[in-house]
């Protein structure tokens, strides 16, 4: 288990939020606004509740963002873990296990009945975390078809 308390994080939090999400993508060469861009719309979104931010430890250690919509299906919410980050050297300590517990209670405690994601086929340590916790991707032996998740920049 970890020592590193879970807390929703507030719109004073969006700079430690801009600082892990923008290195989150550095580690995966992905694209990242500047951070102070970052933070600004952290900030905004926290402000119009758009977003919910989990944080671990103080200062933080990791970081997970769900974002909530509605359903055209059901009366219920439909919940995405859109971002999970653990600073390197902190995994392995239970954190992220910490943080997508901690976001999977936040999601039924907005309403929500299923919780999705997506990650990459390479990152097998969150493919691991993920498939620990319950997640699915419906491979291998399911009568389901596998699931996808598909993407593309507009």
């Known amino acids: 288990m970890t020592a590193a308390a879970i807390r929703r994080a507030l719109p004073a939090d969006a700079g430690a939020i801009a600082v892990l999400l923008h290195d989150f993508n550095r580690e995966f060469d992905a694209p990242t606004p500047p951070v102070p861009a970052l933070a600004a719309r952290c900030e905004e979104l926290l402000r119009a509740k758009a977003m919910t931010v989990l944080l671990a430890g103080e200062p933080p ?58 990650t990459g086929e390479s990152d097998t340590g969150a493919r691991a975390l993920y498939e620990k916790l319950g997640f699915t991707n419906r491979e291998g032996g399911r009568d389901d078809p596998r699931m996808l998740f598909y993407e593309r920049d507009i």
Do not use: F, K, M, N
């Not at 901690?102 to 907005?110: D, P, S």
């Open 61 to 118: 250690l990791g970081v997970a963002v769900l974002r909530l919509r509605p359903s055209p299906w059901t009366e219920d919410e439909e919940a995405h873990l859109q971002e999970l980050y653990v600073v390197p050297a902190q995994r392995g300590r239970g954190i992220g296990r910490a943080l997508v517990e901690a976001t999977i209670e936040a999601a039924r405690q907005a309403g929500a009945t299923r919780l999705d994601l997506g």
